[in-house]
């Protein structure tokens, strides 16, 4: 791997970087401060987004700048608006957002007020699921720290510009991440999704235009404003510029969250980064982005990170997450684990859904313990083929179909080796906890 | 605000906590998920019916409506738990590292059954989805404190120490 400069998580390796006199030592607030110092105006600082080629962290990768330039104009809309933080992060595989929130939280909150800047909005909801106790109360101190020192609340920095901040807690509901739970959620309310149009810049929170941000997206944003848009789309491959926070779980010898510039390969990252496959085993399959991306193989590890390439394998960058599994692993029991994680949180709204992700979870779950019958695979996929793509109010039924019509395409011969013999074909013993979905 | 003069069981400084928290958002019932939050770690590690139904006068919601929220989010407790509750991890980057033997650790050495409570009433230990730890799996969730990179003896030396 080439060397390469590191930006994302330079603060968070030096220790005490969570309070505010050593993130400002190094740096923190500048960004905000020069947005607000040099006269920028919002659609300036839009228009910046758009040219460094930022796209969200979350998951979809959509263009962030073009999002923010959604937000109705406000000399012909003057309600309210908003910018909810979407820090629920609970796609399986993902634990990035958390190393910002816990070690970095200023840089956070720095890169929120840029963002509530760009679209005029007058308070920022961070939404952090219920289980993160750290990232909150270090969210918390940093808000009142900032807030004392005049980085948060009326005329920031003496500006015409007011923001304020609040915290939001999840309560371990992963559909309360799809951004129009997330609303509801904020609301005070179940997190069920709502159909769409109308889409959150024009009616969003409390239905006021909002848009809904990952955190690992605004924290690049002080970056590119001081960097400037050139420089951030200097650094990666063609639709996908900048570092990311790659997380690297699963049988590797170094699991981690390391930060990389797109167009790394995913050989380099598992090789260099995370010290190569446990025990010495090869790599069979892996999940590139979360485990609602498509499964890939091990002869796709010299696949290039970034949208466009994992989009040519069939799979998606999805939040960059990485789980990766050895060849001692069932891919029945794999997606006996996937399908139940969705079973778990489709939120019962869609019977395409709702149904289909009961039946796939109850299938995979027979097959994993040696109870598989001759059609099932054809069920399945007939299942998964029946939920998307787009057939549904949200896209949590695309994210249990697509892992799972992945592993029938690459796996089918094992799945169907695991029905005929009863048992996993690798020998692997059934979990003793016959998972039924949890709670 | 129309609060009740009559909340039967949540206490003053609760209510004090909410007053504020309500002061946040334009509408006074988006305080109520951070509300249920607080009063599970307050009033004994669970939602309550009376509890619930306060909270509906004070929101001023039906108490069904309070049951609704609370019921759809896993983290909400609508039983007694036990005195201490270890979440395990079950989602793939744990299982790829041995989520189910951390299972039967936590279940052996506390005598709770997965999904249950001990007979002492001391643990509840249950599974749990992905929890943002997976680069530290396997890992547990003990009364709100990650416990990460765990291994069998690691899960016996945690919740044997555990009073
Ligand atoms: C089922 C589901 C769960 C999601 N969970 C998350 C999440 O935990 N965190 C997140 O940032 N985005 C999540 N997303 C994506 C959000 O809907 C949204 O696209 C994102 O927050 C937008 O931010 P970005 O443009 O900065 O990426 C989820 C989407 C779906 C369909
Ligand atoms: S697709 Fe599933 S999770 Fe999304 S709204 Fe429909 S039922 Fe709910
Ligand atoms: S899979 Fe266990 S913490 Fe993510």
């Known amino acids: 791997m080439k060397p390469y400069e590191t930006y994302l998580l330079d603060r968070a390796n030096v220790a005490g970087a969570h309070q505010l006199a050593t993130f400002q030592k190094l740096g923190g607030y500048k960004g905000l401060e020069q947005v607000l110092k040099s006269g920028m105006t919002p659609a300036q600082v839009v228009d910046e987004m758009k040219k460094s080629g930022l796209r969200g962290r979350g998951g979809a990768g959509f263009s962030t700048g073009m999002k923010w330039s959604f937000m109705p104009d406000i000399t012909k809309d003057p309600r309210v608006r908003y910018l909810a933080i979407n820090a629920d992060e609970s796609e399986p595989g993902t634990c990035k957002d958390r190393v910002l929130m816990e070690k970095d939280p200023h840089g956070v909150i720095e890169g929120s007020l840029i963002a509530a800047f760009a679209i005029r909005a007058s308070a920022v909801y961070i939404y952090v699921r219920g289980e993160y106790r750290l990232s909150h109360d270090r969210l918390l101190a940093a808000v009142k720290e900032a807030r004392a020192a005049k980085f948060v609340g009326k005329n920031i920095l003496d500006s015409d510009f007011s923001c304020e901040v609040f915290l939001h807690k999840g309560a371990g509901a992963y559909i309360c991440g799809e951004e129009t739970g997330l609303m509801e959620s904020l609301e005070g309310k179940r997190g069920h999704p709502r159909q769409k149009p109308p889409f959150p810049a024009q009616s969003g929170l409390w239905n006021s235009p909002t848009t809904v941000n990952n955190v690992e997206t605004v924290f690049n944003a002080p970056f590119i404003v001081q960097r400037g848009a050139a420089w951030h789309a200097g650094i990666g491959t063609q639709n ?11 049988h590797v010898n170094r699991p981690g969250v390391y930060e990389l510039p797109f167009g790394t390969t995913a050989r380099e990252i ?10 010495g085993r090869q790599l069979k399959a892996w999940f590139p982005g979360g485990s609602s991306c498509a499964l890939l193989t091990g002869a796709d590890v010299d696949v290039v990170l970034d949208h466009d390439s994992l989009r040519a394998r069939g799979s998606s960058l999805g939040t960059a997450a990485m789980v990766m599994m050895d060849d001692q692993t069932s891919i029945a029991r794999v997606m006996e684990v996937i399908a139940r994680f969705y079973e778990h949180e489709s939120c019962g709204q869609c019977s395409q859904c709702r149904e289909g992700t009961q039946w796939l979870s109850q299938i995979f779950r027979r097959i994993a313990h040696g109870k598989g019958q001759d059609d099932d695979v054809a069920t399945i996929e007939a299942l998964a083929k029946g939920m998307a793509p787009g057939k549904t109010i949200c896209a949590l039924s695309d994210a249990a179909a697509i892992p799972t019509l992945s592993a029938i395409k690459l796996f089918k011969e094992e799945l169907i080796e695991c029905i005929r013999q009863k048992r996993d074909p690798l020998g692997i013993p059934a979990p003793k906890y016959a998972s039924v979905g949890a709670h | 605000m129309a609060v009740p003069n009559k909340l039967m069981a949540l206490p003053k400084k609760l209510t004090d906590e909410f007053d504020e928290l309500v002061k946040n958002y334009p509408e006074r019932r988006a305080a109520l998920i951070v509300a249920l939050h607080r009063c599970q770690e307050e009033l ?6 009376e509890v619930m139904e306060d909270l509906g006068a004070y929101f001023e919601l039906e108490p069904v409506e309070v049951f609704g929220v609370a019921s759809f989010y ?90």
């Open chain 2, 74 to 163: 896993p983290m909400f407790n609508l039983r007694p738990v036990g005195k201490h509750v270890v979440s395990v991890c079950h989602n793939i980057s744990c299982d790829l590292r041995g989520a189910q033997d951390v299972i039967a650790k936590a279940c052996e050495v506390t005598g709770a059954p997965l999904g249950g409570t001990s007979k002492d009433g001391k643990w509840t230990v249950r599974h749990v989805e992905c929890q943002g730890a997976c680069a530290n799996a396997p890992m547990f969730d003990l009364d709100g404190v990650y416990h990460e990179d765990l291994t069998v003896e690691k899960v016996a030396q945690i919740l044997g120490g555990v009073r």
């Open chain 1, 240 to 250: 996908s510029k900048g570092n990311f926070l790659c997380g690297i779980s699963g």
């Open chain 2, 44 to 49: 004994g590690g669970w939602i309550s019916p």
């Open chain 1, 270 to 279: 598992l090789d260099e980064k995370a010290g190569g496959m446990w025990k």
